[in-house]
C-alpha cells in the first residue's frame, strides 16, 4: 500500500497500540497534523497549551498505563520546548517516543526558518534519536523507536523527520507491534554468591527503587521480602511498588526519608538493592552508606553498577526472574528481633488536630485527602516541599499510583503529568499537588483540562514561597531568601474562573474537610488555594553529603 | 584504592552511523572520562567502524566506561585491552629544522629510528615515525635539539595479540 510518510507514521503508531498522543502542531508537522485529521477516529490527539505541557503529558500517560508514551512537536522552538519533558522522562527511565518535525532535507545545515539540531540537542537525554531523511527508512524507524524506549531499561526516543520526508510516498508494509528485547539472566556463580550472603545475613534490608515499577517487579519483591522476612525501603521513584501499610515496609530512605528506614540502612548486614541507583538523594554519603553490609545490587543496567556505590555482587538482569530465582532457593525465615528493631524506629503521626480556626498544615490536607480517596487514584507532584510531603504523608499502596519527577526534579511537570495520566486512565481520579511555585510555571495547561473537562483536582500548596529552596537559605544559608519570597499576588480562585475551571480556598484547619470533599465531587477541574505556612519545613532531613547521624528532626532543635 | 591504573586500550566496534562519532565523545565528555587518545577508522565490513581509544583508569572506572559505550545503540561490541596485550602502534610526522650543517645529523637520526623521510625543504625535513607510544616520545625527545617546527600525531590503535579478533562472537 501506498502511503505518505504522515499515513506512515500513523499506521506505525497504530500498530504500536497508541491511542493517543499528546502535541502541538507548526509548519514543519503540517503534514502529519493533516493525517492525524484524517485518522482522528483511530488516534486521538491531544493539543496542549505548550509543548512543555505535551511532553510531560506523554510521560504522565506512560508512568500511570505502563505504555509508551508520545508527544509530537514542531521545528526549532516546538521542539526545543520537549526539551524539559525529555529530560525529565530520561532521568525516571519513562519510555516515551518524541516525535519532531525538521525543515526538508535540502534545507537542513543552513540555518532554515525554524531549524534546529534536535537530534544534537537530545543526545544526551535520550536513549537513541533518529533523523530520518529518506521515507523509506520511516516505517522501521518507528518501530524501532518503540523497541528501544522499552528495551532493557526504558526511556525516551525522539524521531526527527524532515517535512518532505513526512509528505513523500513510500510502500506501507504492515508488522506487529514492537517488542522489548530480551535479557540475559545473571551469572550463576553471582546468583550463588548472592543466595550465600542472604543465608547467613542476620539483618538484610531491601532498598528498592523505580526499576521494580519498570519491569512489574511487585508480587516478586513482596513475595521476597515475605519469604525471607526482610523489611523494605524505597527511593522516591519505587514508592508504589510495595504496599505502604505491609508490616514490613519501613518507608522511603534518604534526605527526606523516614527515621526507620534510614537507621535499617544503617545497621544491616546485607542490602538488596533492586531496580534503584544510589542517587545522592537517597546515599549522600556513598562512602558511608550501608557501610556495615554485604550488597547485593539488582538492575537491567549494567552500568548502575557501582556507578556510585561499590556493592559485593552485581545481578544483572530481568528483576521480576532474578527476584524469583533468589527467592525460590532461600528457605522460608523469620527474624522478629530484626523486624522489631526496625520498626521500633518508626515514628507515629500527631493526631490530626481538631480547631477549625487553626493554621492549615499541608501534612493535614494530605493525610485527609488520603482518606477521602481510594486506593486507585492517581497522585501527580510537582517539585519543592509540596512534593516531599505528597510522599510523606500520602502514602502509596499500588504501583503507578505517584507520578512524580524524581531524578530531574522538573518544577511544573505536574500539569502535564495529570493531564497524561487522566487520559490513560480515565477511571481513576487524578489530584495533582503542586505549590505555588511549580503552578505559575506551567497553569497556562489549565486551559487543557478545562477543555477536555477532565476532573482533576489540583492542590495548590500556597505557602507564598518556593519553599523548598528556602528551606535551604534557612539551613545552610543564615536565612538569607534570596529570590524565594516573590510575593505574587494571584488570585487562584479568580485564575481558575478565568480559565473556566472551578476555585476554592482553604483558609483555616476546619476548611480542609469540606473543601476536599466538594472539589473531589466536582465533574471538571478545580483548582483549590491551599493557604499554608510559609516557615513549614519538609523534615526529617539529612543533609547534602551527610548519614542518618546527620539527620535533622526539628527545626527548632537544629537551629539552637 | 591502591590498584594500578594502567593504561588501557578499549576497542569499540561500531555502526557507521552518521553521529556515532558525537555520540561517543558527548559520553566521554559529560561523564567526565577522561580518554587519551581516539582513532577511528573503517573495518572491512563496510557497516561497521572501529574506534580505538586509551585511557588510564581503575578497573571500576574502565569497566564503568566500557558499559556506558555498550548502552549507545550503535555500539556493537566493546573489547578491553590491556595495552601489553595488544599490538599498538601511533605515527608521528615531525617537521625538523635542518640547516646544511645538521642536515646530515637528522637524516642519520631518522635512519637509526627506522623512520621515513617524507618531505625535505630547503630549511626543514619532514619525517615519519611509527611505533608504540614510548618509541614515538623518545623519538621526539631526541630530535627536540634540532627544533622542532611542527609535529601532527595520531593517537594509538591497536589489536589484540595472537589470533583473537573483535569480531568473535558477532554472527555474519
Ligand atoms: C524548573 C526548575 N527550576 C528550579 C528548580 C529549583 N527548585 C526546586 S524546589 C523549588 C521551589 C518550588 O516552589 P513551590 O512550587 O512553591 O514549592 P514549595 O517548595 O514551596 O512547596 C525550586 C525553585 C527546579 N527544581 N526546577
Ligand atoms: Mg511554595
Redesign the interface.
Known amino acids: 500500500m501506498k502511503l505518505n510518510g504522515s499515513e506512515i507514521l500513523i499506521e506505525c503508531l497504530l500498530e504500536q497500540g497508541v491511542d493517543t498522543v499528546f502535541g502541538y502542531p507548526g509548519g514543519t508537522v503540517l503534514n502529519i497534523y493533516d493525517a492525524l485529521y484524517k485518522n482522528s477516529h483511530r488516534i486521538n490527539h491531544v493539543l496542549t497549551a505548550h509543548e512543555q505541557g505535551a511532553s510531560h503529558a506523554a510521560d504522565g500517560y506512560s508512568r500511570a498505563t505502563g505504555k509508551v508514551g508520545v508527544c509530537i512537536a514542531t521545528s526549532g522552538p516546538g521542539a526545543t520546548n520537549l526539551v524539559t519533558g525529555i529530560a525529565t522522562a530520561y532521568m525516571d527511565s519513562i519510555p516515551m517516543v518524541a516525535i519532531t518535525g525538521n525543515v526538508a532535507v535540502n534545507l537542513l545545515g543552513r540555518d532554515s526558518f525554524q531549524e534546529i539540531d534536535i537530534?544534537?540537542v537530545t543526545?544526551?537525554i535520550t536513549?537513541?534519536n533518529f533523523l530520518v531523511k529518506d521515507v523509506n527508512d520511516l516505517a522501521d524507524t518507528i518501530r524501532l523507536a518503540f523497541e528501544?524506549a522499552q528495551s532493557g531499561r526504558p526511556g525516551p526516543v525522539l524521531v526527527d523527520i524532515p517535512k518532505d520526508v513526512s509528505a513523500a510516498v513510500a510502500e506501507y508494509v504492515p508488522a506487529p507491534a514492537s517488542k522489548p528485547r530480551p535479557i540475559n539472566p545473571p551469572k550463576p556463580e553471582r546468583l550463588a554468591q548472592a543466595i550465600e550472603i542472604l543465608k547467613q545475613a542476620k539483618r538484610p534490608l531491601i532498598y528498592m527503587g523505580g526499576g521494580v515499577i519498570a519491569a512489574g517487579a511487585y508480587q516478586q519483591i513482596r513475595a521476597l521480602a515475605e519469604k525471607l522476612d526482610i523489611p523494605v525501603c524505597s527511593s522516591l521513584m519505587g514508592l508504589g511498588g510495595f504496599p505502604a501499610d505491609h508490616p514490613l515496609w519501613l518507608g522511603m530512605v534518604g534526605m527526606h526519608g523516614t527515621r526507620a528506614a534510614n537507621i535499617a540502612t544503617r545497621d544491616c548486614d546485607a542490602l538488596i538493592v533492586c531496580g534503584a541507583r544510589f542517587s545522592d538523594r537517597v546515599a549522600g554519603n556513598p562512602k558511608g552508606f550501608a557501610a556495615g553490609a554485604k550488597i547485593i545490587h539488582m538492575d537491567v543496567?549494567?552500568?548502575e553498577?557501582?556507578?556510585n556505590v561499590?556493592v559485593t555482587v552485581r545481578l544483572a538482569g530481568e528483576l521480576k526472574e532474578v527476584l524469583f530465582t533468589v527467592a525460590s532457593r532461600l528457605e522460608e525465615t523469620k527474624r522478629p528481633e530484626w523486624i522489631a528493631a526496625c520498626t521500633a524506629n518508626k515514628v507515629e503521626w500527631p493526631a490530626i488536630p481538631t480547631d477549625p480556626e487553626g493554621p492549615v498544615d499541608p501534612s493535614v490536607i494530605l493525610r485527609t485527602l488520603r482518606e477521602l480517596t481510594d486506593r486507585n487514584t492517581i497522585l501527580a507532584t510537582d517539585v519543592g516541599q509540596h512534593q516531599m510531603w505528597s510522599a510523606q504523608f500520602y502514602p502509596q499502596y499500588l504501583p503507578r499510583h505517584l507520578l512524580t519527577s524524581g531524578g530531574l526534579g522538573t518544577m511544573g511537570y505536574g500539569m502535564g503529568a495529570a493531564i497524561g495520566a487522566q487520559f490513560g486512565q480515565p477511571d481513576s481520579r487524578v489530584v495533582l499537588v503542586t505549590g505555588d511555585g511549580c503552578f505559575h510555571m506551567n497553569l497556562n495547561e489549565l486551559t487543557t483540562m478545562v477543555s477536555h473537562q477532565l476532573p482533576v483536582v489540583v492542590l495548590v500548596m500556597n505557602n507564598r514561597v518556593l519553599g523548598m529552596v528556602r528551606q535551604w537559605q534557612k539551613v545552610f544559608y543564615e536565612k538569607r531568601f534570596s529570590a524565594t519570597d516573590p510575593e505574587r499576588q494571584t488570585d487562584y480562585v479568580k485564575l481558575a474562573e478565568a480559565f473556566g475551571a472551578k476555585g476554592l480556598v482553604i483558609a483555616k484547619n476546619g476548611d480542609i474537610l469540606p473543601v476536599l470533599s466538594e472539589a473531589l465531587a466536582t465533574d471538571g477541574p478545580v483548582v483549590v488555594d491551599c493557604r499554608i505556612s510559609k516557615d513549614a519545613n519538609v523534615l526529617p532531613m539529612i543533609p547534602p553529603g551527610g548519614s542518618v547521624e546527620n539527620m535533622i528532626e526539628s527545626m527548632e532543635a537544629y537551629e539552637q | 584504592m591502591s590498584e594500578n591504573r594502567n593504561l588501557t586500550v578499549i576497542s569499540v566496534l561500531a555502526y557507521n552511523n552518521p553521529?556515532v562519532l558525537?555520540?561517543m565523545t558527548?559520553l566521554f565528555y559529560?561523564r567526565g572520562f577522561n580518554i587519551e587518545t581516539m582513532v577511528a577508522c573503517q573495518t572491512d565490513r563496510p557497516s561497521l567502524s572501529r574506534l580505538t581509544v586509551t585511557m588510564t583508569g581503575h578497573n571500576?572506572e574502565i569497566?564503568?566506561v566500557r558499559?556506558?559505550l555498550?548502552?549507545?545503540?550503535?555500539i556493537v561490541k566493546v573489547d578491553v585491552l590491556s595495552i601489553d596485550d595488544c599490538s599498538a602502534s601511533e605515527l608521528a610526522l615531525i617537521k625538523v629544522s635542518a640547516t646544511a650543517d645538521t642536515r646530515k645529523q637528522v637524516l642519520n637520526a631518522a635512519q637509526a629510528y627506522g623512520c621515513r623521510v617524507l618531505d625535505i625543504g630547503e630549511n626543514t625535513i619532514t619525517l615519519e615515525m611509527t611505533g608504540r607510544d614510548e618509541e614515538v616520545n623518545r623519538f621526539v625527545r631526541y630530535m627536540q635539539p634540532f627544533g622542532i617546527v611542527e609535529m601532527g600525531c595520531t593517537g594509538v590503535t591497536a589489536l589484540a595479540r595472537g589470533d583473537t579478533t573483535i569480531f568473535e562472537g558477532l554472527d555474519g
Open positions: 537530534t544534537g543526545i544526551p536513549k537513541h528501544i543496567d549494567h552500568a553498577f557501582d556507578k561499590q | 553521529a558525537l555520540r558527548g559529560r571500576a569497566r564503568q558499559q556506558q555498550l548502552k549507545l545503540e550503535d
